[in-house]
């Protein structure tokens, strides 16, 4: 589980040393289920231009992704239950993240909002 954890953290440090650009107001967290070998669930990480609390639909607007894939595998270690214990796993590693006393802190709070949800529900807003 922490492999998972150390490497999603250092894969998000690479993809945020890029310009991010100024029309990227909100960053969000896609979760996906898949059928692979060894994961079940998939995170993607995307910058959208758009952010109202409001508008259930803010997340739609993208306007970045990093270079190189936007996706990552979430390994069976870290996550192995249904599709609700994925979100909370994540959401709380994703989460630590923010507030650690960290560059990749500043750099994900950089902009005004932050969610996470599985593509085509809800999203849980981890900052606004």
Same mark, same amino acid.
Do not use: H
């Given at each position: 589980?922490? !492999?998972? #954890?150390?490497?999603? #953290?250092a894969?998000? =440090? +690479?993809v ?12 969000v967290f896609? /979760?996906f289920?898949?059928?692979? !070998? +060894?994961a079940r669930? $998939?995170?993607?990480?995307? $910058?959208?231009?758009?952010f109202?609390?409001? !508008?259930?639909?803010?997340?739609? =607007?993208?306007?970045w992704?990093?270079?190189?894939? *936007?996706s990552s595998l979430?390994?069976?270690? @870290?996550?192995?239950?249904?599709? =609700?214990?994925?979100?909370t796993?994540?959401?709380e590693l994703i989460?630590?993240?923010? *507030?650690?006393? %960290? &560059?990749?802190?500043? #750099? /994900? %709070?950089?902009v005004r909002g932050i +969610?996470?949800? @599985?593509?085509? +529900? =809800?999203? &849980?807003?981890l900052?606004?």
């Amino acid at each position: 589980m922490n !492999d998972f #954890r150390a490497n999603y #953290r250092a894969w998000l =440090e +690479g993809v945020l040393v890029d310009d991010v650009p100024d029309d990227v107001v909100a960053f969000v967290f896609n /979760l996906f289920e898949q059928d692979f !070998d +060894g994961a079940r669930y $998939g995170v993607e990480f995307v $910058g959208v231009s758009k952010f109202d609390q409001s !508008d259930p639909d803010w997340a739609c =607007e993208e306007a970045w992704e990093p270079k190189g894939g *936007r996706s990552s595998l979430i390994p069976l270690s @870290f996550c192995d239950g249904g599709w =609700e214990i994925c979100l909370t796993k994540m959401s709380e590693l994703i989460s630590s993240f923010i *507030r650690e006393p %960290s &560059l990749l802190a500043q #750099r /994900l %709070s950089a902009v005004r909002g932050i +969610g996470i949800g @599985f593509v085509d +529900g =809800e999203l &849980l807003l981890l900052k606004s």
